[in-house]
């Protein structure tokens, strides 16, 4: 049982918009920013987004983070095959004095 | 460029021990604080210990808190973690991190080692 929760999977045709949710506490996501990962069959997780919205370098703007009280989202527009992946929200935790992973959200672009 | 490359990985026996090691370049180590993440087979990524740039402030996960200890050599430009009373449920993919800053949370990954608990 993750302490912020995802969706386990998200879908949607090339080109359209998919948004993922994570849903956590005041102890996490409620006080503390929020990170997004991207993990591709046997790799390691790559950041995606950090600070709720903003993109490192190299990330195209396709990727969006969002974030409003306990909850915070991830877009991504203009879904491409190479988009299928584990997605995972983080955030540090003031209670557990830990970060807190999301349990992953798998996207497959039909 | 940040450079992870972790190593120490392997098949132990429950209640063995392994020390893990992340040597780092790419940037200044002892500016910034470093995790430790694992991933079990088919499973979600899991926190598990972060240390400070200096070291001297340390935090675990509670399913860790006890048996690893974390710990870091600035002057090498290395993490470790020593793992202690190693159970099945420890068998997993162990990704060493750096830390952007604060509370941020971890930017730059290793490509992981993989230590199966297993008699």
């Known amino acids: 049982q993750s302490v912020l929760t995802q969706p386990p999977s998200a879908s949607g045709t090339p080109g359209q918009r998919a948004t993922i949710p994570c849903s956590g506490s005041n102890s996490n996501i409620g006080n503390n920013p929020v990170n997004w990962y991207l993990q591709l069959p046997g790799t390691a997780p790559k950041l995606l987004i950090y600070?709720?919205?903003e993109r490192p370098s190299g990330v195209p703007d396709r990727f969006s983070g969002s974030k409003s009280g306990t909850s915070a989202s991830l877009a991504i527009s203009g879904l491409q095959s190479e988009d299928e992946a584990d997605y995972y929200c983080?955030?540090?935790?003031?209670?557990?004095?830990?970060?807190?992973f999301g349990g992953g959200t798998r996207v497959t672009v039909l | 460029e940040v450079q992870l490359v972790e190593s120490g990985g392997g098949l132990v026996k429950p209640g063995g021990s392994l020390r893990l090691s992340c040597l780092a370049s790419g940037f200044t180590f002892s500016a910034y604080a470093m995790s430790w993440v694992r991933q079990a087979p088919g499973k979600g990524l899991e926190w598990i210990s972060a240390?400070?740039?200096?070291?001297?402030?340390?935090y675990y996960s509670e399913s860790v808190k006890g048996r690893f200890t974390v710990s870091r050599d600035n002057s090498d430009s290395t993490l470790f973690l020593q793992t202690a009373g190693l159970r099945a449920e420890d068998t997993a993919i162990y990704y060493c991190?750096?830390?952007?800053?604060?509370?941020?949370?971890?930017?730059?990954w290793g490509q992981g080692t993989l230590v199966t608990v297993s008699s």
């Open positions: 983080a955030a540090w935790d003031d209670s557990l004095k830990g970060w807190v």
């Open positions: 991190a750096k830390v952007l800053g604060g509370y941020v949370g971890m930017d730059s």
């Open positions: 600070m709720n919205s």
């Open positions: 240390i400070s740039g200096s070291g001297d402030v340390t």
